[in-house]
């Protein structure tokens, strides 16, 4: 049962500390996106990639907040330094998104990490 | 500037009767549509998708209606269980063409519904 993982699960830090979210894609996807899911904005795009190579990151803070895919079974979302307003759930989503065929826009998510910036 | 709008925060509906869940988009150069389930402390999970070509899509006991000229969708439940409790998110994608060839996968999320179905 192919799944998308995230760590950790939880995560709790103080003001100003550097936070990293990890996340592994299914195994054969091409396509990973990561979102921040508030009660006012329901679930944002912050960035997305595809075959490792970032396709859009217009939706982060740009001064503090990096998405990286050192390889294609690791996808990172780091903030730094973190901020109160930080406060969310992360998700990682994975998709096998092919050129030219419409209707492969399904994403498969993780479970999230609950992250709390005090 | 939100392009995809759930105006139900939430819905209430009796075991055994239909839910409707309905979602606006206002973006005309969407060309297919998702609706996810997210049970509490989960990630959400793709339950059912239409393409801009279709204006109708069942499967089971959902089904998923879409009216392009009122850039409007909706998701039934029919009967609904209890299990169908949960917070349900429409999406919408469109396709970019450029030099590099034709480019799929970014969603845009609604808000999302606050679906509880009461035995």
């Known amino acids: 049962d192919a799944r998308v993982t995230q760590t950790p699960r939880d995560k709790v830090t103080e003001m100003g500390q550097e936070v990293t979210m990890r996340c592994q894609p299914i195994l054969g996807h091409n396509t990973v996106f990561w979102y921040r899911q508030t009660m006012m904005q329901g679930l944002e795009l912050l960035a997305y990639f595809r075959n490792r190579a970032p396709l859009d990151d217009s939706g982060m803070p740009k001064d503090r907040f990096s998405a990286e895919m050192p390889d294609a079974t690791l996808a990172t979302l780091k903030i730094q330094p973190s901020e109160p307003r930080d406060s969310a759930v992360y998700f990682c989503?994975?998709?096998?998104?092919?050129?030219?065929?419409?209707?492969?826009?399904?994403?498969?998510f993780g479970p999230g990490t609950r992250l709390t910036v005090l | 500037d939100q392009q995809v709008k759930q105006n139900s925060p939430s819905l209430s509906v009796q075991e055994g009767r239909i839910s409707i869940l309905n979602c606006d988009y206002t973006n005309s150069m969407f060309d297919y549509f998702l609706w996810y389930k997210k049970y509490p402390a989960e990630g959400p999970t793709f339950l059912i998708s239409?393409?801009?070509?279709?204006d109708k899509n069942e499967d089971g006991r959902f089904t998923v209606f879409l009216n392009k000229s009122a850039k409007h969708l909706s998701l039934h439940i029919v009967p609904s269980q209890p299990g169908d409790s949960a917070v349900y998110f429409c999406a919408a994608s469109e396709s970019h063409t450029n030099a590099g060839g034709t480019s799929y996968g970014k969603l845009t999320f609604g808000q999302g519904t606050i679906l509880t179905v009461h035995p």
């Open positions: 239409i393409s801009s070509i279709k």
């Open positions: 989503a994975s998709g096998l998104a092919a050129s030219q065929v419409v209707g492969t826009d399904t994403q498969y």
